[in-house]
């Protein structure tokens, strides 16, 4: 079977034989358009959310967009990750763990380092435990490319990393090295994905840690200039949401050997600089709102923290999961951009 094959033929297979699957930080951004896939492959989902920075609306659009039965095959666990009875709870029964849940942001981890901790290594370990206490043999959890901090190689490679440049990095590369430890003295088959600047429906546009696409296409709808943090050659890999489905449904069902214990680049493998991300978010917001055509930029100084280069190596994935990336970055912003306009767009009197 040919590598591209791979998602699709699981897809079926996940339909013949549904599993019951616990999602932390279900009601997030990732986290919904997960368990969206998930119910329309007829799966069993529990999601766990304390709405920290979820929203019940992307439950709700969720479950809608999911249709038929899938309200039925759904239960919400409101609890914190923190929270050791409500994990267990959450767990009982699963066979897969989907560990979405986290605090994002670097700078909201630098202005908050306890908060990004309890959330990102304090909860994850509890959710790990629960997961080991249940008896649920794959867990799949959700890393960043922040782990690679200070590395000034490009592409990043999964076995070359630096320094971190940041307390939610430091965070997300403690989260790997408890899996790694996790899965050598309770067995447990922990999978990595190291997300790169994943972009779609349901990011969330507002507050000082949006991530810069809402937050740009929010500014352009309402006529807001869009500040860039430099010169603008900071340069992104920026992954469409819908591929990194395909990497957490790939992980959860790669045989063992394959993945147990593995740390993956989730990404399109191309690389985008902000000043090229402008030019793409404008051309497409300028036919809902022509003045958005001749927005130009601000510029400021350089934020703190912030890597300048990322550009992820996917071949591991590619050859171990059979992730093939379907989307870049200006498909990504096609097949979402219509959502965004919707949401974001201001409303007539």
Partial sequence: MQTSDRYEAVRAELRRHPRTWLLTGAAGFIGSNLLQALLELSQTVVGLDNFATGKRANLEEALAGAGGDAAARFRLVEADVCDAEACRDACAGADVVLHQAALGSVPRSIENPMATHRANVDGFVTVLLAARDAGVRRFVYASSSSVYGDHPGLPKVEDRIGRPLSPYAL????????????????????????????????????????????????????????????????????????????????????????????????????????????????????PFVPGAAGAEPLRGPFRAGDVRHSLADISRARERLGYVPRHTVAGGLDEAIEWYVRQLAPQPA
């Fill in 171 to 286: 965070s997300k590369r403690a989260d790997e090295l408890y899996a790694e430890v996790f899965g050598r003295t309770y067995g447990i088959e922990a999978v990595g994905l190291r997300y790169f600047n994943v972009f779609g429906r349901r990011q969330d546009p507002e507050g000082a840690y949006a991530a810069v696409i809402p937050r740009w296409i929010r500014q352009l709808l309402s006529g807001e200039p869009c500040q860039i943090h430099g010169d603008g050659e900071t340069s992104r890999d920026f992954c469409y949401v819908a591929d990194v489905l395909q990497a957490n449904l790939l992980a959860a069902t790669a045989e063992g050997g394959a993945a147990a214990g593995e740390v993956f680049n989730v990404a399109c493998g191309a690389r985008t600089t902000l000043n090229e991300l402008f030019g793409l978010l404008r051309e497409r917001v300028a």
